[in-house]
């Protein structure tokens, strides 16, 4: 529950630079990458995982999968201010693409982990 906290926390923080900001499109971007990340990751949180960068030592999604992700996120956030106010517009479709397919993941996680609860 706490990691939950944490990762909405981040998701009002980046949400703020929405408001402050006169491109609010790619921002909305931005906030549907991050939010589909987000909801990635606490669907994961201690379920197996097949990326052997993300698992942990017991083959487990951790905090240190999750924070390998959220660093590649932020990774890609700041490429994407690096090339300039222009070029951003061309990230707008993929943070979009992203920020749904993440999220996609997230419902199908979910849906699983509930089968599994109505199976015992």
């Given at each position: 529950?706490?990691?939950?906290?944490?990762?909405?926390?981040?998701l009002l923080i980046s949400s703020s630079l929405l408001a402050s900001t006169t491109d609010k499109l790619y921002w909305l971007s931005v906030g549907a990458?991050?939010?589909?990340?987000?909801?990635d990751a606490v669907s994961s949180y201690g379920a197996g995982e097949a990326n052997p960068l993300m698992r942990s030592g017991n083959g487990r999604l951790g905090m240190r999968g999750i924070a390998i992700g959220g660093g590649l996120i932020g990774a890609v956030v700041l490429a994407q201010q690096l090339c300039g106010k222009r070029s951003r517009k061309a990230f707008v479709p993929v943070n979009f693409a992203v920020g749904g397919f993440r999220t996609g993941v997230a419902a199908r996680n979910f849906i699983v982990l509930r089968r599994r609860a109505y199976q015992r």
């Open positions: 529950m706490k990691l939950v906290k944490h990762l909405l926390f981040l990458l991050v939010a589909g990340h987000t909801l």
